[in-house]
């Protein structure tokens, strides 16, 4: 059973389907790995044993009826910023450190109904504000190709546990590239929908305009499986589309002849590592042997979009964490003197530093006499880049470009540096701020730490990324390489 850990979920459920494993058994496998390696990589910040072999032997009862589905029985771990029922939530913080959530967010109970099996919650930055996992309350997490280096965040626990095959996917968010960019460092496949594709309710908000649940996983097999089961309209979210969902998994086989594929001028430029370079290039002929057509795009206000986020972002943040006092639930400072002081020490005990960092910020940029010089005109700016990547579409049908500009840097190179470290979205926050569906797929090596090349597509294309995505892998082997640490 010991090389059932690195198989896709497609293959998994066909050994679950077939009766030659059992979801109890598997789940024991993938448990026993996550604390195996638990230590080394602090993926996770909660492991549910107990819970994950009851849902494992309930799956087990639907496999053996016959009423079994695609995902029925297969384990997989949660983002811990989805509301579990009966379980921490935490967000990476200290101001949740002891939250139990009272419900599923819609992520969650769908994956449920499904027949997934919940192992754990994954570790990530706190709120989800990061670039490289380093933020969390519970400590950082490390990247499993090489140990000294960040996965990437801020679902780089996700990223982690799915690249050392301690689940075979995991879900995630993505506010200015928080699928993408672990996924790309850690070489695993990463999509995030477009925005109100997937609902966000029970999602604990960062920047409500922005954040997007997605998937992690080891291709783009397993990431339409997963999706197809997470999206769908929720009323309990204002902000939910209410459009049908595509096949996905149906659409994955179509041929590339003739597809449109649009080269973001803007990604090449001196910032980017030349060995993440020659990768792209190599991925796309293996795109053109294929019959697609390649042309270069430019979007001339995409490099506006790092300064435009990181005023949008904090105004949003700044609102969202108001709620966080101290007064109905989560972390309370001991002994306050009176209501300001409550307020005061709970906020400044209970958050850390990139999260302070972001709320005055945010704060500022909404405060009387700042709103329209930067709020207001990030909001200008963030139509223009909207109105860039919708032009684009009408000549191509989809973009590409590397996902980071770099392969994965060092823990601590970078966390002295805030400016330093929001550059490492450069070129993810774009699909964010026009709430386009975008993608990581793993396209080689540099230097033995892997790289991502990065799909955008125009809104609800997600069957267009993934049929792409799905025709790269089926001649490509990246995204099934392991770290030898893990084999």
């Known amino acids: 059973m010991s090389e059932l850990y690195a198989r896709t979920v497609a293959e998994l459920s066909q050994e679950l389907r077939a009766g030659s494993v059992s979801s109890v058994e598997l789940t024991r496998l993938f448990l026993a790995r996550t604390q195996q390696y638990q230590s080394e990589l602090n993926a996770f910040i909660t492991i549910s044993a107990d819970s994950a072999l009851e849902q494992a032997a309930r799956a087990d009862e639907r496999l053996r009826a016959g009423t079994a589905g695609p995902l029925t029985g297969v384990p997989i771990a949660h983002k811990d910023i989805f509301c579990t029922r009966g379980e921490k939530t935490s967000c990476g913080s200290r101001m949740l450190a002891n939250f139990i959530s009272p419900y599923d967010a819609t992520v969650v109970e769908r994956l449920r109904a499904a027949g997934a099996v919940m192992i754990g919650k994954t570790n990530m930055d706190e709120f989800a504000m990061g670039s490289s996992n380093e933020n969390s309350f519970f400590g950082p997490v490390r990247n499993p190709w090489d140990l000294t280096r960040v996965p990437g965040g801020s679902s780089g626990g996700s990223a982690a546990a799915v690249a050392a095959r301690l689940v075979p996917a995991a879900t995630g968010t993505d506010t200015g590239g928080s699928i993408r960019q672990p996924a790309a460092l850690c070489g695993v496949t990463g999509i995030k929908p477009t925005y109100g594709?997937?609902?966000?309710?029970?999602?604990?908000?960062?920047?409500?305009?922005?954040?997007?649940?997605?998937?992690?996983?080891?291709?783009?097999?397993?990431?339409?499986?997963?999706?197809?089961?997470?999206?769908?309209?929720?009323?309990?979210?204002?902000?939910?589309?209410?459009?049908?969902?595509?096949?996905?998994?149906?659409?994955?086989?179509?041929?590339?002849?003739?597809?449109?594929?649009?080269?973001?001028?803007?990604?090449?430029?001196?910032?980017?590592?030349?060995?993440?370079?020659?990768?792209?290039?190599?991925?796309?002929?293996?795109?053109?042997?294929?019959?697609?057509?390649?042309?270069?795009?430019?979007?001339?206000?995409?490099?506006?979009?790092?300064?435009?986020?990181?005023?949008?972002?904090?105004?949003?943040?700044?609102?969202?964490?108001?709620?966080?006092?101290?007064?109905?639930?989560?972390?309370?400072?001991?002994?306050?003197?009176?209501?300001?002081?409550?307020?005061?020490?709970?906020?400044?005990?209970?958050?850390?530093?990139?999260?302070?960092?972001?709320?005055?910020?945010?704060?500022?940029?909404?405060?009387?006499?700042?709103?329209?010089?930067?709020?207001?005109?990030?909001?200008?700016?963030?139509?223009?880049?909207?109105?860039?990547?919708?032009?684009?579409?009408?000549?191509?049908?989809?973009?590409?470009?590397?996902?980071?500009?770099?392969?994965?840097?060092?823990?601590?190179?970078?966390?002295?540096?805030?400016?330093?470290?929001?550059?490492?979205?450069i070129y993810t926050i774009g699909a964010n701020l026009a709430g386009l569906p975008a993608m990581s797929i793993p396209c080689g090596f540099v230097d033995g730490l892997p790289a991502g090349m990065q799909l955008i597509g125009p809104h609800f294309s997600e069957a267009s990324l993934l049929n792409i995505a799905h025709r790269y892998q089926r001649e490509t082997d990246w995204h099934l390489r392991l770290p030898s640490r893990f084999t």
Request: a negative charge; one cysteine or more.
């Open 197 to 425: 594709r997937v609902s966000r309710y029970g999602m604990i908000a960062f920047a409500s305009s922005l954040d997007q649940g997605g998937v992690l996983a080891i291709d783009a097999e397993d990431a339409a499986l997963l999706l197809a089961a997470m999206a769908g309209f929720d009323q309990r979210d204002s902000t939910s589309v209410e459009l049908p969902v595509p096949p996905l998994h149906a659409t994955l086989e179509q041929p590339l002849k003739g597809v449109k594929i649009g080269l973001l001028k803007e990604f090449f430029d001196e910032g980017l590592d030349r060995g993440i370079e020659q990768c792209i290039q190599t991925g796309l002929s293996v795109l053109q042997a294929q019959g697609a057509v390649v042309r270069e795009v430019s979007l001339p206000n995409l490099p506006l979009s790092v300064p435009t986020y990181y005023v949008v972002a904090p105004a949003e943040c700044s609102s969202n964490l108001a709620r966080f006092d101290g007064v109905r639930y989560g972390y309370r400072c001991e002994q306050p003197l009176d209501l300001l002081d409550l307020y005061q020490r709970t906020r400044s005990e209970g958050f850390g530093a990139e999260v302070k960092r972001r709320i005055m910020v945010g704060t500022y940029v909404l405060s009387a006499g700042y709103y329209d010089a930067y709020y207001l005109r990030a909001q200008r700016v963030r139509a223009l880049i909207s109105a860039d990547f919708e032009r684009a579409f009408h000549e191509v049908d989809v973009l590409l470009g590397p996902t980071t500009p770099t392969t994965a840097f060092e823990l601590g190179a970078k966390t002295s540096d805030p400016v330093t470290m929001y550059l490492n979205d």
